[in-house]
């Protein structure tokens, strides 16, 4: 027998997996063992809802009665400290499954009963801006006990920076959170689904082609959470696929305080009619960057690669297209000087391929680099399937990095790291990726 078509053994199995239920107890086992075996990770997720610092337990299938009946909680976690012990409540929904308002509000019950301190939900729900719930609950429920949410998608995220922070220190947590990973971005453990941009999307995306969109406008918030949200399922497939490690990426600013990343998307928004952001792949060097234009209903990715300081710029170019041989004719290529940041024009490769010098003629500095970009139609749906938004952007990544990104072995440029700002058509500056940020 041929040991390519040997499974390998996973500390964290998806076979065996009936039904949605058992999604939601699996995904919740997984996570809170992980999060007591790997002490930095679980104080991440505990940090997210107001715990003190201390000695972790986390327990899975927790029953309890409330008044007469019967209630298990998927999850319990309880933080000591000296004296001092916290404890929460966690509810967990996997897939396209959205939080019950019922649901929450038995657990808030339940924890306030009990003395408990707060309830923490986990689902592939994106909250709109930091600190908010997705799902809309009664006040008075929440007086006494803290609602926290989070993202399956930022649990990730979480997990694989860690992974690559500390896999050389301790390779054995390091194998553990990727375990982690591994399971959760499975489609069948229900840990990563994107599947709908959210009922104000089709209104903020007209709003924002007609020129109408305004800072203020309900919903657009929503929007720019989700589109955050998508870049990061959208960098958690990417690395599964590619084998690399590849992650949403964010100016430090941004990585310490959220709230500036939200402001920003919604300003852009209003003033260009534009999304952006950035994918980070490690082995790379640089980042991917992402633009919907939704005036013009195109995604765009585009990448900065810096010209060598010494060489003719002639013949580096002619090297940098030898290496986009394979990639199609539609992909453009911007040349750069040092001190003209306007750039010359964007040539196409089926044009640079028949006079590759026509890249610097319009250049009155030393080349600087170039921006390679690819431009795709993008899809109106909210939704997933043929035709909608998130597949056109999951698609255009996709295509960029198989056709564009691993073929180049040119250096990347690399970005100021206090730069919040990812590429606009104004500004060809790149966000810093998260994990190197944060390093």
Known sequence: MADEIWQHARLFPTTGIPDVQEQDRRAAAALLAVMAGVREFGRFI??????????????????????????VADGLLRVTRGGTTWTALVEVKTGPQCLRPEDLERRLDLAREQGFNAVLSLSNEVSSSPGLHPTRIDRAKVRNVGLYHLAWSQVIAEAVRQKQRRGATDPDQGWILGELVHYLVDPVSGGLDFSDMG??????????????????????????GRWDGLLRCTALQLGRTSGQDVNHALSRREISDPSSRTEFLVNQAVARGTLTGSIAIASFGGPIDVTVDLRGDLVTCAVDIAAPAAGRPATWVKGLLRQLAEAPETVCVQARGRHDDAGGTAQSLQDLRVKPDGLLADLAMDLRGVTVSMAAPMGPKPGLGRGSFIRSVEDTVNVFYRDVIRHLTAAPTHADPEESAPRTAASPRSAVAQDAAAG
Not at 51 to 69: D, I
Not at 201 to 224: E, H, P, Q, Y
Request: hydrophobic share 40%; net charge positive.
């Open 46 to 71: 505990t940090d997210q809802a107001g715990a003190p610092r201390g000695t972790l337990e986390a327990f899975v299938g927790v029953p309890f009665t409330l008044g007469k009946k019967r209630v």
């Open 199 to 224: 009922a104000s999307w089709d209104a903020v995306r007209k709003a924002t082609k007609a020129g109408a969109i305004r800072s203020t406008d309900k919903g657009l918030r929503d929007v720019v």
